[in-house]
């Protein structure tokens, strides 16, 4: 329990906020700890502080453009391209006001305290958001870099949320945000808290490099790389096909799916095999009835959690050990299995190594488990191949929210190639996705050290937190 006298309730508190996460105790002694030895306001390092773009128009977006930022794209101090849209440069220069450049910031307005540095050569940003710029007074006492780690710190998150407000979902002010004190330490330690983030935004983008060699392998391998699909105003199909495919919309007979067929016949494929003859089992998880998500041990992975070649073991969902235990208890993923996105974003495969102890799926994941017929890792480049993809893209149903079932994965197709290519192909992808993995992990520790020196400088001292980067090899 936090007691304060009514002075210490009234500073700085024109609002006469009475509730106690504004009294909280982390905040509270944050707030005491900083304003006691060299700091500013953050509002007095900026040159712009604003709410991002307000009224945005559908046909603003575009699938290429100018990055838009929105609150899920600000991820552990970067900005993260899962989901990113993009908006027209004409929009784009409409908002000149909130338009940001490489080094500058963006905060969270609603929901969750969030920051991130500005890794993209310029972006613009949504209304749930906050762009800051610092001014040129507020670059020579701190650095952009160092203020992101800083924010992204346990006390800095701590003092974001003290600010937060409302009932139904919570927002920060911008005059509240402005109010935020920022502790200036040395140059020394900024600059290393700076190469930190840095070398991490490079290990990620390194991460990216390899998740697309691993992405056009196959099709290099094959003879196919940049093979585009000639796109036909009008094709003719039997109705025996028709009637076969138990499908008569024009959409599923494409001439892009007949023409793909016949670039890989022509590259050498020897047969299609249909994935049901390579499974040995196939299922997909469900949420347990009337169950809080945010309440268990298990964590439960859902289709934002498998990317190509790729999952994330980290989910804020949880399910209960019980549930792991008994009712999906089929879904229970173990190393070897192959988890496919199969509701909102289709057709991604990923297979599941160093498993971190009891994970299971939802209802918008399938479990593959496969027979030793076919490299798994064939079969993963393969599917994640532009050729896997256009398969997903014809057996999908639904329009607004595209879902493949089971039935459906049972029927995509994994072309059979000559033995040393396959085994080829599926070594260099391994590779390509470890290496991805291993350089994302990187980029992970080094901004996890760069937070955590932040927290070791405002605790103990600046030398100790330049040694803690020390141990990273990172030095100023």
């Not at 390092?45 to 991002?52: E, I, M, Q, S, Y």
Request: proline content about 3%; aromatic content about 8%.
């Amino acid at each position: 329990m936090t007691v304060l006298k009514l002075s210490e309730v009234e500073q700085e508190n024109e609002k006469m906020r009475l509730d106690s996460g504004y009294f909280a105790k982390l905040p509270v002694e944050t707030q005491k700890r900083i304003e006691g030895s060299r700091h500013a306001k953050l509002g007095s390092l900026c040159a712009t502080f604003r709410k991002g773009i307000f009224d945005i128009k559908a046909d603003s977006y575009v699938e290429e453009g100018v990055p838009f930022v929105r609150i899920a794209n600000l991820r552990d101090g970067l900005i993260s391209d899962a989901g990113l849209a993009y908006i027209t440069e004409k929009a784009h220069v409409a908002e000149k006001a909130t338009a940001l450049r490489f080094g500058d910031l963006i905060l969270s307005k609603t929901a969750y305290a969030a920051a991130s540095f500005v890794n993209l050569p310029e972006c613009n940003v949504s209304q749930d958001t906050i762009a800051v710029r610092l001014s040129e007074e507020g670059k020579r006492l701190c650095d952009g870099a160092y203020l992101a780690m800083y924010l992204n710190s346990k006390y800095g998150i701590a003092l974001m949320r003290r600010q937060f407000q409302g009932n139904v979902q919570e927002h920060l002010s911008l005059d509240d945000g402005r109010k935020i004190p920022v502790p200036l330490f040395d140059a020394k330690v900024q600059i290393a808290v700076k190469a930190a983030l840095t070398q991490a935004d490079a290990e990620l983008h390194r991460t990216e490099v390899h998740l697309t060699k691993a992405e056009t392998t196959l099709a290099a391998a094959i003879g196919l790389d940049g093979w585009q699909p000639r796109q036909a105003l009008s094709y003719t199909r039997r109705a025996s096909q028709a009637f076969a495919a138990g499908r008569l919309d024009a959409e599923y007979f494409r001439e892009a799916y007949v023409a793909a067929r016949k670039a890989l016949e022509q590259a050498g494929a020897i047969k299609f095999v249909p994935l049901e003859q390579q499974m040995s089992s196939l299922t997909n998880g469900h949420t347990p009835l009337r169950h809080d998500l945010t309440v268990g041990e298990v964590p439960f992975l859902c289709a934002e959690h498998v990317a190509d070649f790729e999952l994330t073991y980290d989910s804020d969902k949880r399910i209960l050990r019980r549930h792991h235990q008994t009712e999906l208890a089929r879904t229970r993923v173990r190393n070897g299995d192959v988890l496919l996105s199969i509701k909102g974003r289709v057709g991604n495969f990923a297979l599941a190594e160093d498993v971190p102890g009891d994970v299971n799926i939802n209802q918008d994941v399938a479990l593959l488990r496969f027979k030793d017929t076919l490299p798994v890792w064939w079969v993963l480049a393969f599917l994640n191949s532009p050729f896997g993809k256009l398969q997903v893209q014809q057996h999908c149903t639904g329009g607004i929210n595209p879902f493949l079932g089971l039935g459906n994965v049972r029927k995509l197709l994994v072309a059979v190639f000559d033995d040393g290519l396959m085994a080829r192909v599926a070594e260099q992808t391994r590779e390509q996705v470890h290496a991805a993995r291993a350089a994302r992990l990187r980029a992970r520790e080094l901004l996890a050290a760069a937070q955590r020196a932040v927290e070791i400088a405002i605790e103990q001292d600046e030398a100790a937190a330049l040694a803690h980067l020390a141990t990273f090899g990172i030095a100023p």
